[in-house]
Structure formats: structure tokens, C-alpha cells
């Protein structure tokens, strides 16, 4: 492992990095080695001023700049995207604790979202009626808003942001990006590739902070809209604030994100989609497969004959060991609840199937957890109804699809869920009737690809935006529709009340 010595975090304004100047400071651990490596200072209400102030100037310029000189910027950012990847992959996996495999995959769907926001002068085509009546003619447009707001999480901090935020400088806006303070390296290098694909000053910003300066930035009257990432509790805390300040707010959750397994199902394949989809990222993902339904006695025994094997085999390691399956979760705070929330279901009646509480890993100060599996989970316990954002999977065992449904509808959260099975018909069923935002059929996490738009239901979103996908263009812009008409010089004055439509 490479030494590092303590870095002190800059804030990103007006294109240049500049030095906090608060005496509030966090810090930021590497989770391989639980060493603090850097520390952060959280920007003051006068910092939050200067970043939005510079944001709006560029904003107005930025807006008016024409969509294929926008684009061009766009095209120049993918390509140092592509060309840094190994060193954005390290410092995710430095700060967030993810394996380096683990970190390009999330850099690549990252480039998806630049992908689509290339894409924008497609997207902002408006549109256009002639003659709708009285030689008037009527069309759309696609405006900027001005400055925005991205706050993004610490378990993805290439993908959401690029996700949240790419769309939103091409159509036109200025940016204030918020990390989440635990991984503020990765936003920063976001930052340099920005300014070297040729991005005007002022149009990207980077301001670090906790909830006080996510509470200055929400409530600032120059900022026209939100975009957020995080815990559900937080996530409505956001959108209730913003939508009180007359924001445009879309405020992602929590998951508890469902696997249903029929008897039909090729169990094989459906063992190794879970392992993967539950355990993937330390389990720190809010579309992870928390929770597995196997459908039937004899579908639940050989199931979890056969997961249990290969959990038991999954391996906890540094972010840079090749042979890890994941890695440390990102703080030593977040490790000692995830073991909580272990006790917590013990002592409620769960069966212990693997326990990955005291992991063999060669640097013992990490924060690292194996994989666990608990059993016989009912859906009156703790581990069942809250998020556990780490490598704690759960099996809740059911008799038929209609019983799998009714309690995945009954859930608080509904982000994600996928169906193993063999049935069209019971796949169509599950399809139709399930209350969930994203839903898979034999696939092992549904999350779509960048184009299509992201989005859960219930308590894992707030708002109507979505985060990929063509709907972004559309939160972050504002529709202005037009209907002109132009005169005849010999045309008479004559006086009407008609409305235009209502004429020849």
C-alpha cells in the first residue's frame, strides 16, 4: 500500500482551487487502512456566496453559448475521462474503499451519462405547430435555468455525480456540485478535467461541507433546483426544504431491494446474479439486492445450499488487492451499525447462515466486513424493514408469488426488484403488479443503462426528476412556449375577441 501523507482539501470556484477558510474541518479516512488521509474544511456562508455569485455571472454567458460549442466542451471531458481512468479508479478506491475493478465499473457507467448528455441538441429540440389558427404559429423552447445544485453521495463518487450533474451543464446551467465530505478527491479531479476540456470558469464549482452548508447552499435564492443522493430520511429533509424555498428538487433514497426466485428458476445462475448484485461495493449500493425470496420449500433449501457455498468464499480486501471480492466500508462508524444491525436481527430470531462479522484481512485497522447471510428474516424485523448499507444479505423465505408481491408492495422503499424465472407468465404478473420503480426479469441489479431514466417509488425518491436518462434535460430546464404572428403592411385593424383557433 502506498504511504500517503495528510492532505488539506480546497474548495472549486470560479475555475480555481481555493483554500477553506473555516475552522470546521472533517476528515477523510482510507477505509482499506482506517487512516485518516486528508482533512476538509467546510465552507462558510460567505464561501457558499462567492461560488453561487461567480455560478450565476457564468451561468448567463454559458446559457447563451450555443448548444454545439457546449457539446464540444462535453466531447473533450469524456475523452480525459476515458484517458484518466486508472488514476480516477485509485483515488475512488483510496477514498471510498472499492476495489479497483469495482471503481472503473462505476467510471464507466459514469461515461454513459456524458454519453446522453452529448446527445442534448436532440433533447432540447422543442416543438413546432404552424398555423394553429389566424396565421399564428406556435412552438417551444428549452431554457437553462441558471445555477444548480448537485449533492452527491459517498458510494459513488464518479457515477452520480457525472449522473446528476453532466446533463446540467449542457443544456446550459452553472453547477454547484456538494460532495459528500468522506470523498471529496475524486469531485476535485472531476474538477481539473472539467478545466481542461476548456469548461468556461464559474460554470462548475466544488464546495465541500456538512449539513450546515448543504442547508446554506438548498435555501440560497439564486439556486433554481436540487438534486440529491442519499439516506431517505435526508433525502425528504431536502426536498421539504427545497420545495418551501421554490425549488426545482429531485431527492433519491434508500433502497430494500428484492430478489424473487421461482422454482422454475436456473438456480445457478440466480445464485451467482445475487452474490453479486448483494455484495458488490461492500453491499454500499441503494440498488444492491438486499433481501431474497425464494418461492417453496424445495426452492429455499437448494437455494441456500448453493448460496451458501460460494458466500462463504467471498473475500474482504484493500482496494488495490486483485484478489478481493470488495472492499472496507467507508467508515469505522458505518461498520460498528451494519454489526448492530446483525445483533439486533439475531436477537429477533434470525439464522445465521455465513457470518462475515470478523473477516480474515491482512490490515486489521480497516474498516472491513465479510459477507453475512441471515436466514429466516420475517418481515416484522429490523433488518428487514430499515436499509443495512453493508455486506449483510438476508433470506426471507415465501410460498408463492403472490405472497413475494404482497410483501414487496407492503415495504416502505421500492427502488429496485428483480424476478428469476422461466415463466413468461409469471414474469408478465410480477412485471405488472409490482409497486417498485425499476424491476428486473433474470437480471441481477435493474438498474438502467444511462438513457433510460432512474428513479424509485414510495419513500426511495422524492420529487419528480429523474437521474439518468432524457428526463434530466427536462428537470433542468425550463419550457417557455411561443405563439407569433406577423402582419400584412396592408393588413386592416380589426378588432377581435376571438381566440386564434377559433378563425380561419
Known sequence: MESVTLDTINHYINGQKVKGKSDQVGYVYSPSTGKKIAEVPYATKEEVNE?????????????????????????????????????????????????ISDAKGEIGRGIESVDLAIGAPHILKGEHSANVGGEINAYSIKQPLGVVTCISPFNFPVMVPLA????????????????????????LFLSELWEQAGLPKGVWNVINGDKDTVQEIITHQDIEAISFVGSSKVAEIIYETGTKHHKRVNAFG?????????????????????????????????MAISTVMPVGEQTAETFKEKLKVKVEKLQAGSFDDEHADFGAVISREAKQSILRDIEMALEEGAN?????????????????????LLDQVKPDMKVYIEEVFGPARIVVNVETLEEAIGLINDHQYGNGVTIFTNSGRDARKFTQEIEVGMVGVNVPIPIPVGY???GGWKSSRYGEGQMFGPDTARFFTKTKTISERWFDQEESDELTFDFPGTKD
Not at 446528476?164 to 469531485?187: D, F, Q
Not at 428484492?258 to 445475487?274: Q, Y
Open 51 to 99: 461560488a453561487i455569485h461567480f455560478a450565476k455571472q457564468a451561468a448567463k454567458k454559458w446559457g447563451n453559448t450555443s448548444i454545439g460549442k457546449r457539446v464540444e466542451v462535453l466531447h473533450r471531458f469524456r475523452h480525459l475521462i476515458v484517458e484518466h481512468t486508472e488514476e480516477l479508479a485509485r483515488l475512488i478506491g483510496l477514498e471510498n474503499g472499492k476495489t
Open 164 to 187: 446528476m450533474s453532466t446533463m446540467a451543464v449542457a443544456v446550459g446551467n452553472a453547477m454547484i456540485l456538494k460532495p459528500s465530505e468522506k470523498v471529496p478527491y475524486s469531485a
Open 254 to 286: 434508500g433502497g430494500k431491494n428484492h430478489m424473487v426466485v421461482m422454482p422454475d428458476a436456473n438456480l445457478d445462475k440466480a445464485v451467482d446474479s445475487f452474490i453479486g448484485a448483494a455484495y458488490g461495493s461492500a453491499s454500499q449500493r441503494c
Open 352 to 372: 445465521m447462515l455465513v457470518d462475515g462479522r470478523n473477516p480474515d484481512v491482512e490490515n486489521k485497522e480497516g474498516f472491513y466486513l465479510g459477507a453475512t
Open 452 to 454: 433510460y431514466n432512474f
